[in-house]
């Protein structure tokens, strides 16, 4: 058994719902499969002292869940007063508009596709609901709608699915880009540097407590596996399904697909860069 304190990040063990932080509680909804790990992580935000809250990611189309969120909240005290989504995947989106209804909340998002309410989000907002005070930073690359938001009287940070608590994300490539998820990662790590972010509430995963070191190996794992698909590239794999098979042949083959997407964002990157 690997200790948890050597893995990337520091995983906190033990139940992944409930509370993280003084001002964070998860709600972990019930989707979890290869892609989703444990689940998609619906985060309840609020001030110890303040009778609103703010939800981040309902999640799925799931009503128990949904409903839950909502008795969670109002079990603590709460009334949710905003909803937030970090980017517009199923799984952390699809049960916004149903949410928006349990709740009478506008949903805030950087795509206007995905808004309820007249208000959207956009990079270096502040959103204060309650006297609890969240920061919009923009991190592209996973996808071109993803969102982090910094939780600074927790020196913590919100991730979607940027930064996961176990093991890496995938660009979704066309509407993903990996140089658009390089900057990002840095722009993460400055958040580690330069504000005192050590604590990652991932979209799914568990809590990681070494937020600086979550990035640093993300950004090695993304410079490892480019330079193993230059390789196959270099070695006459000329498709993305070759390259693949060659660069992840030790992954889930049920991987395979997401991987593929990932592969071509990284075959652009490198193309873009006159790397093959």
């Known amino acids: 058994?690997?200790?948890?304190?050597?893995?990337?990040?520091?995983?906190?063990?033990?139940?992944?719902?409930?509370?993280?932080?003084?001002?964070?509680?998860?709600?972990?909804?019930?989707?979890?499969?290869?892609?989703?790990?444990?689940?998609?992580?619906?985060?309840?935000?609020?001030?110890?002292?303040?009778?609103?809250?703010?939800?981040?990611?309902?999640?799925?189309?799931?009503?128990?869940?949904?409903?839950?969120?909502?008795?969670?909240?109002?079990?603590?005290?709460?009334?949710?007063?905003?909803?937030?989504?970090?980017?517009?995947?199923?799984?952390?989106?699809?049960?916004?508009?149903?949410?928006?209804?349990?709740?009478?909340?506008?949903?805030?998002?950087?795509?206007?596709?995905?808004?309820?309410?007249d208000e959207g989000l956009a990079a270096g907002q502040v959103v204060d609901v309650g006297g609890l005070e969240l920061r919009v930073v923009p991190t592209p690359g996973h996808t071109a709608d993803s969102l982090c938001f910094h939780l600074p009287a927790d020196q913590a940070v919100l991730t979607g699915d940027t930064i996961l608590g176990r093991g890496t994300t995938v660009v979704a490539h066309p509407d993903g880009r990996l140089g658009d998820y390089l900057d990002s990662l840095r722009r993460l790590r400055s958040l580690t540097v330069d504000d005192g972010v050590h604590t990652v509430l991932p979209g799914h995963g568990p809590v990681l407590e070494d937020a600086q070191g979550a990035v640093e190996f993300y950004l090695a794992h993304r410079a490892h596996r480019l330079a193993q698909v230059e390789t196959a590239v270099e070695s006459g794999q000329a498709t993305p399904s070759e390259v693949v098979a060659s660069v992840y042949a030790d992954v889930d083959r049920s991987l395979w697909p997401a991987a593929e997407l990932s592969v071509r964002a990284q075959l652009e990157y490198l193309r873009e860069h006159g790397l093959i």
């Not at 008795?71 to 909803?83: C, F, H, P, V, W």
């Not at 508009?97 to 795509?111: K, N, P, S």
């Open 1 to 117: 058994m690997t200790n948890a304190s050597a893995l990337p990040g520091q995983p906190r063990g033990g139940v992944l719902s409930g509370p993280a932080t003084a001002r964070a509680v998860n709600v972990l909804a019930p989707n979890a499969n290869a892609m989703t790990l444990d689940g998609t992580n619906t985060w309840i935000l609020a001030e110890p002292d303040s009778p609103l809250a703010v939800v981040v990611d309902p999640g799925p189309l799931d009503e128990a869940h949904l409903r839950q969120v909502v008795d969670t909240a109002e079990q603590a005290g709460k009334r949710i007063a905003l909803t937030l989504l970090t980017h517009g995947h199923p799984d952390h989106a699809e049960g916004a508009a149903r949410f928006a209804e349990l709740t009478g909340t506008q949903v805030r998002a950087l795509d206007p596709a995905l808004r309820l309410g």
